[in-house]
């Protein structure tokens, strides 16, 4: 199910939902799906999968997933804040904006041990400057408990 946005035209949201979900293989592979999208936040969902599974005997998600996720909801935050900066540009132009984006810093705190069946991203752009971003994110349980959080730096341009 494609994520909506009251901001965003139908066609530029499908187009982030399809590069997020399905053009990205890593973000495939982990099966990360997004929940909305905005002008300066994102959320999405993770579903737990055995495969994901960092510590065998505990069944917690493994530190790396929750790291890549964090990234991965904060790069399409940034892309979400990009899009909505040119609004007077068509979407396909708006897309192609997405080409130079790179993480430069990441910093992740595990609060609490990953268990569960669902977990809940969210990502919001403290500053977009002409050549870095700035982005906080959170990585929640099913029950909305904290159990991660991060923050990152981009390069846009």
């Known amino acids: ?4 946005s009251q901001f965003f ?3 530029f949201s499908a187009s982030l939902h399809n590069l ?13 799906q997004i929940d909305a999208i905005e002008p300066t936040e994102v959320r999405g969902s993770l579903r737990m999968r ?6 065998f005997t505990h069944q917690r998600l493994h530190g790396g997933v929750i790291s890549a996720t ?5 790069g399409l ?32 705190d595990y609060l609490r041990p990953a ?9 919001e752009v ?5 050549r870095v971003a700035s982005c906080r994110m959170e990585f929640s349980d099913a029950q909305g408990l904290l159990l991660s959080t991060g923050a990152a730096a981009y390069m846009v341009a």
Do not use: C, W, Y
């Not at 055995?50 to 510590?55: A, E, K, S, T």
């Not at 403290?126 to 002409?130: D, E, K, Q």
């Open 1 to 4: 199910m494609t994520a909506t």
């Open 9 to 11: 035209e139908p066609e």
């Open 20 to 32: 997020f979900e399905t053009l990205i293989p890593f973000n495939k592979l982990l099966g990360l």
């Open 50 to 55: 055995p495969d994901l599974i960092g510590h």
């Open 70 to 74: 964090l990234d991965a909801v904060a």
């Open 77 to 108: 935050a940034i892309m979400a804040a990009i899009g909505a900066r040119h609004m007077d540009e068509s979407p396909q132009a708006r897309l192609q904006r997405f080409g130079k984006l790179g993480t430069i810093d990441l910093r992740v």
């Open 115 to 123: 268990k569960g069946e669902l977990f809940h991203l969210r990502a």
């Open 126 to 130: 403290m500053r977009l400057g002409s």
